[in-house]
DNA sequence: AATTAATGCTGGCTATTGAACGGAAAAATG
DNA sequence: CATTTTTCCGTTCAATAGCCAGCATTAATT
């Protein structure tokens, strides 16, 4: 059985029993306690459930039911691969801005462990979220509520975006090209996204792989204005030199797996 | 079962119970005493339980906001009447406020079949609940998120709300009093609800039988300025006629008999 | 062969629990 | 109302179970 396998069945087995114990997981795959833990000690990075002594239970605050589901599910892998990176990225006492992508959510949630964060977010999720991180400073950025998403936008969130300033904006878009720059597909969270960005001393764009050498409807900002480019595992060569070329630092997991 | 499971189960309980008995727990769970009082100790410093003679009682504290999970499911049958009513008050097309109260999330989900509403809330849950439904205009006030709730509050949230004019303001308070007026136990709290109040043409204040006659900390206003109060059942005679002299419409659930 | 991830093992450390006991609070008794 | 009895509380101590960090081993990958 492979390490990944187990890992998801013991989530799975959370999800039903609302907790799981340690010594039981030990006798149900023939495993010592350690590697258990370990399981749980991922699980727990992943904000998905909360260690306790003997076992671990699940992490409710992330259990309410979200009206939006459906983007979530895509591309899971990649978005947590991301995650790790913007993890390293991120230092005990930032000040950062989050969008409201999904990409975004699966940051913040990899963030928990870090102290003393600020976030201004436009993300409904994010906030849901990271309500229950004692010691984190959180704002909303208000505006309204975009159909179809739980997104906040307009320009009482680009207002209040401005009058802030922070050390990292961590934006997510739907296309990135050499030429084009960041693209994103609404004019609404355009605005957000390039109002984050300009309050801010370091970009962070998120990407996975899917995103390279698309182009959508509006333009964000040129690939020369961005200081880190995140994604989940290395592009080709010619991505390697038009990132150099632009001045971007490219960040990539080492340890995903190249393709299917 | 693991310990943090059988603190939360009692947690449950004194919540729905109002009180625990130490020996009943005891056999319940079939440990000894001095764990059971160890659960109670940990359950009162986390503000929850007052220890006593024999056992615990639930904190009702008036001035101390319990953890947003946990309040949610209190008196949810009162909070569900005054829903009832709240629907009738609000008519196809209106611009409402709401705040980030319990009560006024039971309230956002009973007006689901009303028709082009416009909603401005300073409740995350709200806006959760309220996303999905079409052809609603749902608009966040922003600013930080209070700890240990899902309330946006400060300036940024009063100085949106300012900045709007609404017909209803729907709120809910801490306390009510003839002469004390309406009032809450943050000051966080209660400059919001302020400034929805003067926001609205029409003032509606929910409040459970738990809050009449109760004085929390900060004043939002005095009774007359509300137009008006739903409760889930028939006041008293000394608050019909304190209502009547206030100018303030009582409205309850018609369960009781009372000439209409 | 070298690297890396996964797992197991060891030993010191911590958390949880139960038992014991003196003292405090409530209840019963006169 | 004072005294006795009972119940309950808090503290301390010890035992056990679980935890963590580091290192060794294995297996998979390059």
Redesign the pocket.
Known sequence: ML??E?KNEILALLQQEKSV???ELRERY??????I???L?KLEKEGLAR?????AVLNESLNTDLPFKIRKRANVESKQYIAEIINELVEDGDNLMLDASSTAVYAAKSLKHKKNLTIITNSVEILLDAADVAGWRILSTGGSLKEGSLALVGYQAVNMIQSYHVDKAIISCKGIDKHAGITDSSELDMQIKKAMLEAANQSIIMADRSKWGKVAFTKICDLNHIDYLVTESEPDAQWLQACEDAGVTLRYS??SMEDK
């Not at 260690?51 to 076992?55: D, R």
């Open positions: 390490a990944i187990r114990i340690v010594a023939g495993v010592t306690e350690e590697t833990r370990r399981d000690d260690k306790t002594y003997g076992g080492q340890t």
